[in-house]
């Protein structure tokens, strides 16, 4: 079946640095990328929707300029957290649209 | 309004018992998906059962079954015969229209299975 997957499982950070999330489909073409981020004991939030060759559609109250989205190829989408800070420490997880949903094993953010 | 809602925080079963998971859902929309989901404590989204609007039957896959009310907007998830590995956060999400659409979650319930 479909897989994606997700690099870094986890990763620490200093503050005002910048955090790389990969997601890659191993055996099939991603057309269309979803990236959410979980905190503890709380539901998935959608960040954004990226479509491959264009420019990611942002949810209301998401900094675009904080949270990068790159879908240069149908196999790679990456979303870059910029200058982070202790706030944006949270699970990131990215799903891809297949005929249902395949997600990845997602990331765990933590900003020190 | 929430398009997703799932009023049960957490819930607790005994091994090998039966246990309900409900999940309302709203939307406009006459072509609609309803997923389920397990999370376990490592993060990873287990696909567990699909329903779609359209579906005249339950859907069932092993232990997991979906109790769908389309009148009432339900779509409630049956685990049959408990086990301690189905101890995770359950999420009920939601497609709107046919494709291409994001999947929207409820908050999710946190389920314990007792030995």
């Known amino acids: 079946g479909a897989v994606v997957s997700q690099h870094p499982s986890w990763v620490i950070c200093k503050s005002g640095t910048s955090v790389k999330i990969e997601c890659r489909s191993l055996?099939?073409?991603?057309?269309?990328m979803f990236w959410y981020r979980q905190f503890p004991k709380q539901s998935l939030m959608l960040m954004a929707t990226?479509?491959?060759?264009?420019?990611?559609?942002?949810e209301q109250g998401v900094e675009k300029d904080k949270f990068l989205i790159n879908h240069a190829s149908l196999t790679l989408s990456t979303l870059t957290v910029t200058s982070a800070h202790p706030e944006d420490s949270s699970f990131y997880i990215c799903?891809?649209?297949?005929?249902?949903?395949?997600f990845g094993s997602g990331t765990r953010l933590t900003v020190v | 309004a929430q398009k997703i809602t799932q009023t049960q925080p957490g819930m607790f079963v005994q091994e090998k018992e039966a246990v309900t998971l409900d999940c309302t859902y709203d939307?406009?929309?006459?072509?609609?998906?309803l997923f389920w989901y397990k999370q376990p404590s490592s993060g990873e989204m287990i696909f567990l059962i699909y329903?779609?609007?359209?579906?005249?039957q339950n859907a069932t896959e092993g232990r997991y079954s979906l109790n769908f009310q389309k009148a009432r907007k339900s779509a409630n998830l049956v685990i049959s015969a408990s086990q301690l590995g189905d101890s995770a956060m359950y999420f009920c999400?939601?497609?709107?229209?046919?494709?291409?659409?994001?999947?929207?979650f409820g908050e999710g319930t946190q389920l314990t299975v007792n030995p």
């Open positions: 799903s891809a649209r297949t005929p249902g949903y395949t």
């Open positions: 055996d099939f073409q991603a057309t269309t």
């Open positions: 990226s479509n491959e060759g264009s420019k990611a559609t942002y």
């Open positions: 939307t406009s929309d006459q072509s609609y998906g």
């Open positions: 329903q779609g609007s359209y579906d005249e």
């Open positions: 999400a939601m497609r709107e229209g046919t494709s291409g659409s994001r999947l929207t």
